[in-house]
């Protein structure tokens, strides 16, 4: 019997890899390194174990309480939360699938916001941990300054040129790079923490739950047309709906 989309709930980079492991999932435009759907899910079970030994897991972290209702009825089990500052990168890719394979919650943040923007953004994710691409290593130390506070979780680095303020995300990755036991995820757990533009006041927080991204995807290729030979740049921000939806799921969905 075929997969029903909702299978790949908390698995997508593993399906994906079973079903195309050898194909080019993704291109890093600034290097010009390719990736297989295998190699992705490799770096993926490689991130899902990062994020475990910092608690981004189903039912983890100081804030599991605080999950749902996605669809106003009992509140999904949310996981720890890992918050990311950067431009689009393959370490987002990896982010997302391995927090879908911990049951984590991945909440991207605008690196174009002001520093008490961001401070209030970082107070109310609170995450377990903090991936900060080195270019706005400042701008989260001034967030956090301008808060007063203390983050309270563990930053790692995205480093640009050799330089990192903290230790570096690529060193702190475990070498085993085999599947991932992870937890079943319940399909209206979050997933995503996304925020507004900001347009008229501080970005509003938005929670994408597991089966909303799905169901989202196949909608997105149904109405598009999508075939499995086509690509797309990532031009919008992973910060934004547009990042995810437009048209990069639903494209690591048709493989």
Known sequence: MADSPQDWVGDWSGKRAALSTDRVGLVDAATGTEYTYGDLDERANRCARLLSDH?????????ADTGGPIDGG?????GGRVAVVSRNRP?????????AKTGGVLAPLSHRLAPPELAELLGDVDPELLVVEE???????????????????????LAVDGES????YAEALPDEDGAFDGPTVAPD???????????????KETILSHEGIV?????????????????????????????WNVLTVPLFHMG
Do not use: K
């Not at 608690?55 to 804030?63: I, P």
């Not at 370490?91 to 927090?99: G, H, K, P, S």
């Not at 303020?165 to 570096?168: K, R, S, V």
């Not at 109405?223 to 921000?237: I, K, Q, S």
């Open 165 to 168: 303020t903290w230790d570096t």
């Open 74 to 78: 009992e509140p999904a089990e949310a």
């Open 189 to 203: 757990g979050p997933h995503l923490f996304l925020h507004t533009g900001g347009s008229t006041g501080t970005p």
């Open 215 to 243: 169901w989202n995807s196949v909608n997105t290729i149904t109405a598009w047309g999508l075939r499995d030979d086509d690509v797309t740049p990532m031009v919008f921000p992973m910060f934004h709906t547009g990042g």
């Open 55 to 63: 608690d981004v897991t189903l039912g983890g972290g100081q804030s």
């Open 135 to 157: 270019p706005f290593a400042g701008l989260v130390g001034d967030a956090v300054a301008a808060e007063e506070r203390d983050t309270d979780c563990a930053t790692l680095s």
């Open 91 to 99: 370490e987002y890719v990896d982010l997302f699938f391995a927090t």
